[in-house]
């Protein structure tokens, strides 16, 4: 069957919240399909749609609704028609879709590691008992708490520039970003230092970017079949099967990461007490058509040894 591609006429419609970081995903989509079909830029249309998540910034995520704020109404868009496909950072997603939506493919993963930000620290050893660290992740915030209690924890919403300026107002020593994000918009001039995921197991599906279709849309589904990126989501496989497990929300302080070797897997995960004073933590490595099951396994072990109560 010949496909039907798009054109400057009749354009493909590519949903994206309109942060920066989220502008750069939807154009390195757009690049990927001009690449790989050979169609000028013309033959897409960025289409920008308010999410509620953006909207409020002065409030922690899990008081306003959680990962949810960031899909809703661009997935609207989507079941409506009003756009062709939907860009997603993976670790905004829920593990579930509204019914007739796909989220199947992948592009190529980045820097999976949190990065920590500040004018004149290096890390988090260096910053004094008792300093103020800024972040809005219940992860992020519970890590902190169990390696370091003595800090004082603050919530940190806002873009890149927004948060900069806080640290330099002095609303907080330091604060963590994604290192894939600050790689995305090139932004060589954050004063970041990596930290490696034995220090700070990072979100699961951090770094990777999501693209959601329409069920019944056999076009988009063959185009974005040709930039799907298998090994990303062959990580991601394990990684948000132990997250649904978990019924992982913006509520629960969960870190997950699966590496790939040849045909072997390796998933870390972690769960913790939402003031850092419990972590339980687990390592597998097993073949990779076995990451689905290892990532449920590994959920299972961990909520068997924190307890029923545990979240």
Do not use: W
Request: glycine fraction near 10%.
């Amino acid at each position: 069957m010949k496909l039907n591609l798009p054109s400057p006429a009749s354009p493909f419609n590519i949903g994206t919240r309109g942060s920066p970081l989220a502008l750069a995903q939807a154009y390195e989509t757009r690049s990927r399909l001009m690449a790989e079909f050979d169609l000028p830029e013309e033959a897409f249309a960025i289409c920008v749609i308010k999410v509620t998540g953006d909207a409020i910034q002065d409030r922690p995520l899990k008081e306003i609704g959680g990962k949810g704020l960031f899909t809703r109404e661009i997935e609207e868009a989507l079941l409506d028609g009003s756009i062709d496909i939907a860009v997603h950072s993976m670790k905004d997603m829920p593990v579930e879709q509204p019914g007739g939506l796909l989220l199947d493919t992948y592009l190529p993963r980045e820097d999976v590691r949190d990065a920590f930000v500040s004018l004149n620290a290096k890390g988090l050893d260096d910053l004094a008992k008792g300093a103020t660290v800024g972040t809005s992740s219940l992860r992020r915030r519970s890590q902190l708490l169990a390696r370091r209690p003595d800090l004082n924890i603050v919530e940190f919403r806002g873009n890149v520039q927004t948060r900069l300026k806080k640290l330099a107002d002095g609303v907080a020593e330091a604060t963590f970003l994604a290192m894939a994000g600050l790689n995305r918009l090139d932004m060589k001039d954050v004063p970041r230092t990596a930290i490696a995921p034995e220090d700070m197991l990072p979100a699961v599906a951090q770094g990777a970017i999501g693209i959601e279709r329409r069920g019944d849309d056999s076009r988009a589904a063959a185009m974005l079949d040709a930039i799907h990126d298998h090994p990303t989501g062959r990580r991601l496989a394990a990684e948000r099967s132990f997250l649904a497990a978990l019924d992982g929300s913006c509520e629960t302080p969960i870190g997950g990461l699966a590496d790939l070797d040849g045909n072997t897997i390796r998933l870390r995960g972690e769960i913790l007490r939402t003031d850092g004073t419990e972590v339980y933590a687990d390592d597998m490595t097993g073949p990779v058509e076995d990451g689905h099951m290892m990532g449920q396994a590994m959920a299972a072990k961990l909520l068997e040894q924190a307890g029923p109560d545990f979240f």
